[in-house]
């Protein structure tokens, strides 16, 4: 079984920063693809960053120039840096592995930017 866990999320001021790790355990193989969804209240998920097994990145554009997505030391672990939040960056954040046949998601974490 494979689980990831979330954590960094909270409650920041309009233009502050905060940084999402999530952690991928269990019979995992290969990952060809980790990435971060959210979904904001009303809206559907949607994709914020993802990044690749041989070091491509995708980011919405909403998000592009102040967030970065990246690759931990640590086996399996994938950051979200987000810097100059924004209120419309309010959203459960979600972490997402696809490995081959199959996908997983993390339990979500909540950003919350306060105007």
């Known amino acids: 079984q494979v689980q990831l866990v979330e954590s960094g999320g909270g409650l920041v001021q309009a233009g502050g920063s905060l940084r999402l790790s999530c952690a991928a355990s269990?019979?995992?193989?290969?990952?060809?693809?980790m990435g971060w969804y959210r979904q904001a209240p009303g809206k559907q998920r949607e994709l914020v960053a993802r990044?690749?097994?041989?070091?491509?990145?995708n980011y919405a554009d909403s998000v592009k120039g102040r967030f970065t997505i990246s690759r931990g030391n640590a086996k399996n672990t994938v950051y979200l840096q987000m810097n100059s939040l924004k209120p419309e960056d309010t959203a459960v954040y979600y972490c997402n592995i696809a490995v081959p046949g199959n996908n997983y998601w993390g339990q979500g974490t909540q950003v919350t930017v306060s105007s």
């Open positions: 269990g019979n995992i193989f290969r990952i060809n693809v």
């Open positions: 990044l690749t097994s041989t070091g491509g990145t």
